[in-house]
């Protein structure tokens, strides 16, 4: 059919889809433990229940597109208090998403690029805008020989060729590495010294073990006080374990927010009214939040030592993924599959290339369940690795 969209049918098919197909012909020999999805399984906090059903007059209101105020105001005050800076910002920096997916996806519809940078493994919806005009694709691959980072000098040679959009991870999504202050100073200063716009997903901010992860903004509010060209992430699906909330917010340059505004006053999704209520209670609630930390922390620290003796293990300084060296990892998958009834990500349906893809050799594991059945897991992984 002639009007469909060819770009779309150039993308891969979507890592849990080509996982299905991976798996499809081979038979779990027990119950299957699913560590291929970073989808928390963590109690969210009782006190939304109440809140979302307190405000059912709410569902037949359409809902303020940038928020009400008591969302606006938490938002504010959350970025203020994590990051530990004044207000170098307000309401117009800032707009609410349906989950962070959705805004990282079609952020790029208010730019106008020839190109998008993206890391390598990458997130998956970072993709979006090839979809748009055939934008060029430009991957930076982030391995062990540049710390799980990609490469600055590599990003300014592309980047001197055309203004792009350019998406960076931290901590990031799969192998759980914390960008330092200096590092993410010297992209910004790249990227604005280019025009260009650096995408900054931080939806794992809030999920450490030793060393605090240093946000953009406060980077930008130490470097001159100026959102310029930069927007930022963030999301509760993670640090609240609310994914079915669909809720997270962008907070950024104006000028580009003001744009993307009018854009999602015709098209984008809103959050209803009693999940902005419960969003706003989420953002200001600190408890829920460091108990959420000490119960990964504790299955990191499992972890760590049962693969205390395997050459190729990399302990995560945030996030909840093992990114796992495993020589092989479609066929490591299958094997685990079949054998232990453990489920995995291929770390190669993450990541771009055929002949030199840099997630190949690798699985990803995400540390979501119980203690109990995280260890079960992680127990019978090792039992093929050691």
């Keep these: 059919m002639n009007l469909l969209n060819k770009e779309i049918k150039k993308l891969p098919g979507y890592p849990f889809d080509r996982l299905r197909s991976l798996l499809a012909n081979t038979n779990a020999n027990s119950e299957v433990i699913d560590m291929s999805i970073g989808q928390p399984m963590h109690k969210v906090p009782n006190f939304i229940k109440d809140i979302i059903h307190n405000a059912k007059d709410n569902w037949n209101v359409y809902p303020p597109l940038s928020g009400i105020p008591s969302l606006q105001t938490a938002y504010l005050d959350w970025l203020k208090n994590r990051f530990k800076i004044d207000k170098f910002f307000n309401e117009k920096n800032?707009?609410?998403?349906?989950?962070?997916?959705?805004?990282?996806?079609?952020?790029?519809?208010?730019?106008?690029?020839?190109?998008?940078?993206?890391?390598?493994?990458?997130?998956?919806?970072?993709?979006?805008?090839?979809?748009?005009?055939?934008?060029?694709?430009?991957f930076l691959v982030s391995n062990e020989d540049n710390n799980f980072l990609f490469d600055l000098k590599k990003l300014k040679l592309l980047l001197q060729k055309n203004p792009s959009l350019v998406y960076f991870c931290s901590p990031s999504n799969p192998q759980g590495k914390i960008a330092s202050y200096e590092y993410i100073f010297e992209l910004i200063k790249i990227v604005?010294?280019?025009?260009?716009?650096?995408?900054?997903?931080?939806?794992?901010?809030?999920?450490?073990?030793?060393?605090?992860?240093?946000?953009?903004?406060?980077?930008c509010y130490k470097t001159g006080k100026s959102l310029n060209n930069i927007l930022i992430f963030h999301s509760l699906s993670k640090r609240s374990n609310a994914a079915g909330l669909r809720s997270g917010f962008l907070i950024g340059d104006a000028k580009i927010i003001n744009c993307y505004r009018k854009f999602r006053s015709y098209s984008a999704p809103t959050i209803p009214i009693p999940i902005q209520l419960a969003s706003a209670e989420l953002w200001?609630?600190?408890?829920?939040?460091?108990?959420?930390?000490?119960?990964?922390?504790?299955?990191?620290?499992?972890?760590?030592?049962?693969?205390?003796?395997?050459?190729f293990y990399n302990s995560p300084e945030a996030g909840f993924f093992l990114w796992l060296k495993v020589k092989d990892g479609e066929n490591f998958t299958k094997q685990l599959y079949s054998k232990y009834a453990i489920k995995v990500m291929p770390g190669e349906?993450?990541?771009?290339?055929?002949?030199?893809?840099?997630?190949?050799?690798?699985?990803?594991?995400?540390?979501?369940?119980?203690?109990?059945?995280?260890?079960?897991?992680?127990?019978?992984?090792?039992?093929?690795?050691?």
């Excluded at 989950?99 to 952020?107: D, M, W």
């Excluded at 190949?360 to 979501?368: F, G, N, P, W």
């Design 192 to 219: 604005r010294f280019y025009n260009s716009v650096l995408i900054v997903d931080e939806c794992y901010i809030d999920i450490f073990y030793e060393k605090v992860p240093t946000g953009a903004l406060e980077v």
């Design 284 to 311: 200001k609630n600190k408890k829920h939040v460091l108990d959420n930390r000490k119960l990964y922390k504790k299955k990191v620290k499992y972890a760590d030592k049962v693969f205390k003796d395997y050459d």
């Design 94 to 138: 800032i707009i609410p998403l349906s989950g962070t997916r959705e805004g990282l996806f079609s952020i790029a519809m208010t730019l106008k690029t020839k190109q998008i940078c993206l890391p390598n493994p990458f997130y998956q919806a970072y993709l979006g805008p090839s979809l748009l005009d055939n934008m060029q694709k430009s």
């Design 349 to 386: 349906y993450l990541a771009y290339g055929k002949n030199n893809n840099p997630g190949k050799e690798y699985v990803r594991i995400a540390l979501v369940h119980t203690q109990t059945k995280n260890n079960k897991g992680l127990n019978k992984i090792a039992k093929l690795l050691l």
